[in-house]
C-alpha cells in the first residue's frame, strides 16, 4: 500500500491503533544496522553508528551518523579495497586501531566525503574515523533543523545559509526529511545533501514511514542511536509512530547512564506533549509521555529538541530547556510568524548550552 501526502500525517496515529507496539519493526531493525556479511569480508560498526552502503570484493562505503566511529572488519583473503565515508566532518581521519600499517588519504569528493585506499590482508582489522579533537571534552556550535518533506525543490537556500555559519560541526536534525520516505525521496534528499558543508546526523520522522517497512534505516542509519562529540553526549530516539518502542526504551536507561555526569542533548521528531495545542502533535499515550519526561529528567538531560510541528517554540519540558524548530520548508503552522530557519546552538561540555539562536532563512520573516 502507498500512503499519500495526506494520509501520511495521520499515519503514526493508525499505526497505534492497529498494533500493540507501531515502532518495533524499526526498532529491531536498528539493530542490524552497520553489520553485512560477505565472502570477502565482514563489516561491524560499533553501536550501529553508520549504514552499510555498498560492500563487494573491492568496495566499501559507509553512511556516518556520528561524528567519530568505530568499526570493524573480517577479511577473508588479500583485498585492495576503496573505502569511502559519506556524512563525515571535514577533518575527518581514518586511523588504524591495530597499528600495522598508515593508511594515506586518496581523495574527498566533496565537502563531507572521503576516501581511501585500503591494502588488507586475511583477519581481523579495526578502524576509527574521528576528527582531530573530537575525543576532548570542549566547546562547539551545531546547528538543528527538521521538516523538510514538499519542500525538498527549495533546500538549497536553507544549506546555503548554513554554510554561511561559522565554525559549525555539524547539523542535527529531527524527522521529516521526506515526503513519503519512498527510496526515490531518499536518493533526492541525499543528492541535495552534496552541497552541505557539514554533516546532517538525524533520526526519522512520521513522514519517513510511508514506504514499508520504512527504506530509512537502509540509507541513513539508525532511528534511535547515541553518539558523542567533544564530550557531549547525544541521543536520537524514534518517535515517529506517537511513542517511544520499550526496546528502544530500554535502551534509553543506559544512555541516559551514560551520559548523566555530562552534558546531554536528546532529539526526537513528534514531542510528548504539544506545547501549542495548534493541532494534536504530541505521543498517543498521556501516560507514556509523563513517564518518558520524568526519565529524562532524572536522568539529567540538559536540552530536548523536537520537530513536527512546523514553526519554532522555546520553553521547557520538566525542567528541562527544550526546543522545537521545524523550518526546514514544509508548509508552515496555522499563525505561526516564521518561515524557513534552523537554530543554532552553543554548547560546551563543562559549562552546558550556552546560548541559542534561530535563524531565519527567508529574510522577509
Known amino acids: 500500500m502507498t500512503f499519500r501526502s495526506s494520509g501520511?500525517?495521520?499515519?503514526?496515529l493508525l499505526l497505534t491503533l492497529g498494533c500493540t507496539r507501531p515502532a518495533e519493526e524499526r526498532t529491531r531493525q536498528d539493530l542490524q544496522v552497520g553489520r553485512v556479511r560477505s565472502a570477502a569480508l565482514d563489516v561491524e560498526v560499533e553501536s550501529g553508528l553508520a549504514a552499510v552502503r555498498t560492500l563487494s570484493r573491492n568496495r566499501l562505503a559507509?553512511?556516518?551518523?556520528?561524528?567519530?566511529?568505530?568499526f570493524s572488519l573480517v577479511v577473508h583473503d588479500?583485498?585492495?579495497?576503496?573505502?569511502?565515508?559519506?556524512?563525515?566532518?571535514?577533518?575527518?581521519?581514518?586511523?588504524?586501531?591495530?597499528?600495522?600499517?598508515?593508511?594515506p588519504v586518496v581523495n574527498g569528493e566533496g565537502a563531507t566525503k572521503k576516501s581511501w585506499q585500503l591494502s588488507l590482508t586475511p583477519g581481523a582489522w579495526h578502524f576509527r574515523l574521528a576528527a582531530p579533537g573530537a575525543a576532548e571534552k570542549g566547546r562547539f556550535r551545531f546547528a538543528l533543523m527538521s521538516d523538510v518533506q514538499e519542500a525538498i525543490d527549495r533546500i538549497q537556500d536553507v544549506y546555503r545559509v548554513i554554510n554561511?555559519?561559522?565554525?559549525?560541526?555539524?547539523l542535527l536534525g529531527a524527522g521529516d526529511l521526506t515526503e513519503e520516505g519512498e527510496v526515490e525521496e531518499l536518493e533526492r534528499f541525499q543528492h541535495e545533501l552534496t552541497t552541505l558543508n557539514v554533516p546532517y546526523y538525524t533520526t526519522l520522522g512520521n513522514h519517513e514511514l510511508g514506504e514499508r517497512p520504512p527504506a530509512y534505516q537502509q540509507w541513513f542509519g539508525r532511528a534511535n542511536f547515541q553518539f558523542v562529540h567533544r564530550g557531549v553526549y547525544f541521543t536520537l530516539l524514534d518517535s515517529a509512530s506517537a511513542t517511544i518502542?520499550?526496546?528502544?526504551?530500554?535502551?534509553l536507561d543506559g544512555?541516559?547512564?551514560?551520559?548523566?555526569?555530562?552534558?546531554?542533548?536528546v532529539a526526537m521528531h513528534i514531542p510528548p506533549f504539544d506545547p501549542v495545542g495548534t493541532r494534536n502533535a504530541a505521543f498517543a499515550s498521556r501516560g507514556e509521555a509523563a513517564a518518558l519526561l520524568a526519565k529524562l529528567a532524572e536522568?539529567?538531560?540538559d536540552l530536548t529538541l523536537y520537530g513536527h510541528i512546523h514553526s519554532y517554540y522555546s520553553f521547557e519540558n520538566a525542567g528541562i530547556?527544550?526546543?522545537?524548530?521545524?523550518?526546514g520548508g514544509a508548509s508552515p503552522e496555522r499563525g505561526g510568524d516564521i518561515g524557513r530557519h534552523f537554530v543554532v546552538f552553543d554548547i560546551d561540555a563543562t559549562r552546558g548550552v550556552i546560548s541559542s539562536e534561530v535563524v531565519p532563512v527567508d529574510q522577509e520573516h
Do not use: C, K, Y
Not at 501520511?8 to 503514526?12: F, K, S
Not at 579495497?81 to 571535514?90: I, R
Open 255 to 265: 544512555w541516559l547512564a551514560n551520559g548523566r555526569d555530562s552534558v546531554h542533548v
Open 164 to 170: 554561511a555559519q561559522p565554525t559549525l560541526d555539524f
Open 245 to 251: 518502542d520499550p526496546l528502544a526504551d530500554d535502551w
Open 78 to 103: 588479500q583485498l585492495l579495497l576503496a573505502f569511502d565515508v559519506e556524512n563525515a566532518m571535514a577533518a575527518l581521519e581514518l586511523s588504524d586501531l591495530d597499528a600495522r600499517h598508515i593508511v
Open 8 to 12: 501520511i500525517a495521520g499515519l503514526a
Open 62 to 70: 559507509l553512511w556516518l551518523s556520528a561524528p567519530s566511529v568505530e
Open 321 to 327: 530547556q527544550a526546543v522545537i524548530s521545524g523550518g
Open 299 to 301: 536522568g539529567g538531560v
